[in-house]
C-alpha cells in the first residue's frame, strides 16, 4: 500500500494526521468502496481517490470515510450541562438575539441536535434564551454528512448512544419504519447545516457566542490545531465560549482564551471580553 503518499493526501485535504503504521485503519474504513465502485484492491482505490479530477466521486469517498467519526447524543455530558445552566443564562441576561451556536465538525448531527434540545429544555427557565432566537449552524467536510444531518433520521442503535428515554420521547416523531425515529420539526428547524473544511475561511458563517469542536483537534497537527484554534477566535462574539472534547486542551496553542472551570468540566472564553455585550 502507497501509504505515506496517501497519508499525505489526506493531511493536505483535510488536516488529519493519520500517523505511523494505521494502513489497518486505512483498510478497514475503504473496503466497503470496493464494492461500491468496482474497484479490486485499495491501492488501485487510494491511486483514484488521489486524482479527484478524473475520479471526483471515488475521491470524496474516499475522504468521507477518513474524516468520520464517532458521534452520540450529549456526549460526555458536562458541555451541555455548561451550556444549559451557565452559558445560556449568561447570554440572556446580557440580551443577546440572536444567540448563535456553531457546532464545527458535526458528523451525523447528533451534537447540535443536541444542543438545541437543551436551548428548549432551558426555554421554561426564569432568565432563559428563547428558543426562536438561538441560530445553531452545524458544519462538516464531508456532503455525505450533511445529507444526513438534514434528513434526521435515526436507526434504534444510533438512538441508544446518549440520548434518555425522556429526550427521545419529547424530541423525536416515529416513522413507518419501527426501527427509525426522526427528530421533531421543532427541533430540526432550529438547525442549518452547511460544508466546510476547517482548514479553510470561516469567513462566511459570521460571528458565534459559543462554538463547539469537541474530539475534532486530537485529529491534526500542532501548527493546524493553533492554527484552528486563532481562527475560532476570530469569529466569537466578545465574551465567547469555546467548548472541546474531554481530552483537548489549548495549552500551548493559543493565547486568546482563558479557561472557565464549568463544575463539572471546563470551557474556553475569549480573553478581553468578558462579560457579554449587548449588540
Same mark, same amino acid.
Given at each position: ?51 479527484? &479530477? ?19 447524543? +450529549? ?25 448563535? $451556536? ?25 432568565? !432563559? ?27 434504534? !442503535? ?21 426501527? %427509525? ?5 421543532? $427541533? ?8 466546510? &473544511? ?9 460571528? +458565534?457566542? %459559543? ?67 449587548? !449588540?
Amino acid at each position: 500500500m502507497q501509504y505515506h503518499r496517501f497519508a499525505k493526501y489526506i493531511e493536505e485535504q483535510s488536516g488529519i494526521v493519520l500517523g505511523e503504521n494505521k494502513q489497518y485503519l486505512v483498510n478497514s474504513r475503504l473496503s466497503a468502496l470496493l464494492l461500491r465502485f468496482k474497484v479490486p484492491t485499495i491501492d488501485e482505490l487510494i491511486n483514484r481517490a488521489m486524482q479527484p &479530477n478524473i475520479y471526483k466521486d471515488i475521491s470524496s469517498a474516499v475522504i468521507d470515510a477518513m474524516t468520520t467519526n464517532e458521534t452520540l447524543w +450529549f456526549r460526555d455530558t458536562y458541555p451541555y450541562l455548561a451550556l444549559k445552566n451557565i452559558i445560556l443564562p449568561e447570554l440572556a441576561r446580557a440580551g443577546k438575539i440572536p444567540v448563535r $451556536i456553531w457546532s464545527a465538525a458535526c458528523s451525523s448531527g447528533q451534537e447540535p441536535y443536541s444542543i438545541a434540545m437543551i436551548v428548549q429544555e432551558q426555554a421554561t427557565n426564569m432568565v !432563559h434564551v428563547d428558543p426562536s432566537q438561538c441560530q445553531i449552524i452545524g458544519t462538516d467536510i464531508s456532503p455525505e454528512m450533511l445529507d444526513r444531518c438534514r434528513f434526521a433520521h435515526y436507526d434504534n !442503535h444510533a438512538l441508544a448512544r446518549g440520548l434518555s428515554a425522556e429526550r427521545k420521547a419529547k424530541f423525536f416523531k416515529p416513522t413507518k419504519d419501527p426501527n %427509525v425515529m426522526r427528530v421533531d420539526d421543532k $427541533i430540526k428547524q432550529m438547525v442549518t447545516f452547511k460544508q466546510m &473544511n476547517l482548514l479553510g475561511s470561516y469567513s462566511l458563517l459570521g460571528r +458565534f457566542d %459559543v462554538i463547539f469542536c469537541r474530539n475534532v483537534l486530537i485529529y491534526f497537527s500542532n501548527e493546524v490545531k493553533s492554527q484552528i484554534l486563532n481562527k475560532f477566535a476570530l469569529c466569537l462574539n466578545p465574551g465567547g465560549y469555546l467548548i472541546l472534547g474531554s481530552s483537548e486542551s489549548i495549552q500551548g496553542l493559543s493565547d486568546k482564551y482563558e479557561m472557565v472551570r464549568c463544575n463539572p468540566g471546563l470551557a474556553y472564553r475569549l480573553k478581553g471580553s468578558n462579560p457579554f455585550s449587548k !449588540h
